[in-house]
C-alpha cells in the first residue's frame, strides 16, 4: 500500500506560482495513477489534475487548464503540481491521491494528508 506525503503550500499573492510534490512510498510507484484534489471550505473535494500510471496521459479540470502542469519522476517517487497565475479563487486544502492502474480521471483510493494553499495580497 503506498503512503503519500504532500509539500510546497504555502501563501502566494495574486498572479503568483507554486509549485506541490508528493512523495510516495510502498507500493509500487509505476503502478499508480496519481492525482491532485483540492478541497476549498464550505466545498467537496474535486480533482484537478491526474497523470496516468504509465505517465502516458494526464487529465485537468476546466479550473486547471492552462495554468496547471502535473508531472511525475518515477525514479524519485514524486509527482508534483506547477500552479501559475494563482487567484483567490484556487485557496484550498490540497491533496495528493492514487489509485492503482486507474485512469487519470477516476476513481482514487490512497490519500496524502493534505497542503493548504493560500491565494492572498
Known amino acids: 500500500q503506498v503512503q503519500l506525503v504532500e509539500s510546497g503550500g504555502g501563501l502566494v499573492q495574486p498572479g503568483g506560482s507554486l509549485r506541490l510534490s508528493c512523495a510516495a512510498s510502498g507500493g509500487t510507484f509505476t503502478s499508480y495513477s496519481m492525482g491532485w484534489f483540492r478541497q476549498a471550505p464550505g466545498k467537496e473535494r474535486e480533482l484537478i489534475a491526474g497523470?496516468?500510471?504509465?505517465?502516458?496521459?494526464?487529465y485537468y479540470a476546466d479550473s486547471a487548464k492552462g495554468r496547471f502542469t502535473i508531472s511525475r519522476d518515477n525514479a524519485k517517487r514524486t509527482v508534483s503540481l506547477q500552479m501559475n497565475n494563482l487567484n483567490a479563487e484556487d485557496t484550498a486544502v490540497y491533496y495528493c491521491?492514487?489509485?492503482?492502474?486507474?485512469?487519470?480521471?477516476?476513481?482514487?483510493?490512497?490519500w496524502g494528508q493534505g497542503t493548504q494553499v493560500t491565494v492572498s495580497s
Open positions: 497523470i496516468l500510471w504509465s505517465g502516458g496521459a494526464t
Open positions: 491521491a492514487a489509485s492503482p492502474f486507474g485512469p487519470p480521471n477516476g476513481k482514487y483510493y490512497y
